[in-house]
């Protein structure tokens, strides 16, 4: 996926164009987070970010934030499809 990051800093440098990040850093909003993350962003709540980015397939999705770069993905469940958040 374009633009997407190593979020567990485990690339090995295969990926150099990408900035290596710790999973220590990288923390799932609980709900009250994810959609004040949301209304920051000019979406409703944390369902209408989620449809906007992947449709009906919100639930199957957890939002990220990276504490140190304050970077937001919306990464699976399991963890294979990481989508960034546009500010």
Not at 32 to 37: E, Q, S, T, V
Not at 46 to 59: F, I, M, R, W
């Amino acid at each position: 996926i374009e633009g997407s990051k190593n979020l567990k800093g485990n690339d090995k440098g295969n990926n150099k164009h990408e900035t290596p990040q710790s999973a220590k850093d990288a923390k799932k909003l609980d709900d009250k987070g994810a959609n004040k993350l949301a209304q920051q962003k000019g979406y409703e709540d944390v369902h209408d970010l989620k449809d906007a980015y992947v449709g009906d397939n919100g639930s199957s999705y957890d939002i990220i934030k990276n504490s140190k770069t304050g970077e937001v993905f919306l990464i699976d469940k399991s963890g294979k499809h990481i989508i960034p958040i546009k500010n």
